[in-house]
């Protein structure tokens, strides 16, 4: 089978919808056994356990605990973990800053999306490991969807390929930052740092490793590892990576921008 995965959109859609929207068949707050809450309550204390220990950590009972309710009486304000989660990205996606974007160059724009949608990764690690084929489709990440597109108007490109621009540079900004987050675990949760472990590795590699046999791996290898002090160096990567990017996105601009020539006699 294949491994256990965080999805958005799995829960009940109408009630979910609801909820993300405080339609009036959703209402914002019931009376329960100990306190008064709010759904938004409910979910910043979700965030705050998602942002502190991980997505897993984010029980129905855990959230009740930490709210200092009954597990049951929090079912009054939200369905369960499938729901909730939606709501919790809804709302990191709706609290993103959205700082104005008119009068700049289409690459610090699109940059400037780029470091958004980082800064969010890095504030809310757990958001990178949760699958978003299907979207919450909430206020929060409409309002972000709307901003990140306005930044491609005026470029040339029609509507559907700006809707493949963005999901292009978001796509590499979740991979950037899926692999940063995968450094930083071996970082806090290994037992040898990265240091320790080139140093465990080295004596072996050296007997095994023939540098004549595979030249081009040996040098490239050496001058990355002594460049980056590491392996992988994820700002680097980044850095280096949404360059790359920009440049693809820029080919088709230019593309669109190119005059047409005037049809033969």
Do not use: C
Request: net charge negative; glycine share 10%; no cysteine.
């Amino acid at each position: 089978m294949p491994p256990s995965i965080d999805r958005s959109g799995a829960g009940d859609p109408v009630r979910t919808l609801e909820l993300l929207w405080r339609h009036p068949g959703a209402p914002s707050s019931h009376r329960g056994p100990r306190h008064s809450l709010t759904v938004d309550e409910v979910v910043d204390a979700a965030i705050a356990i998602a942002d502190a220990e991980g997505l897993a950590a984010v029980t129905m009972r855990r959230v009740a605990q930490r709210l200092g309710v009954g597990a049951m009486s929090l079912y009054t304000y939200v369905p369960g973990k499938a729901e909730l989660l939606d709501l919790m990205l809804d709302t990191v996606f709706g609290r993103m800053p959205r700082p104005g974007l008119s009068g700049l160059p289409w690459r610090e724009r699109l940059a400037a999306i780029a470091r958004a949608n980082r800064d969010l990764y890095e504030r809310h690690p757990w958001v990178s490991a949760v699958s978003t084929t299907r979207p919450p489709l909430g206020p929060g990440l409409l309002a972000k969807y709307e901003y990140e597109l306005r930044a491609f108007e005026g470029l040339g490109l029609d509507d559907v390929e700006m809707d493949d621009a963005l999901s292009y540079l978001l796509g590499f900004v979740h991979a950037s930052a899926r692999a940063a987050a995968d450094a930083r675990a071996f970082e806090h949760e290994g037992a040898l740092t990265d240091q320790q472990w080139w140093e465990a590795s080295a004596p072996m590699l050296a007997q095994v490793f023939d540098a004549e046999k595979y030249p081009t791996a040996a040098r490239v290898g050496a001058a990355a590892g002594e460049a980056h002090n590491a392996a992988y160096a994820p700002g680097h990567a980044y850095e280096f990576g949404l360059r790359r990017v920009l440049d693809g996105l820029g080919v088709l601009i230019e593309q669109r921008r190119a005059p047409v020539p005037p049809a033969g006699p």
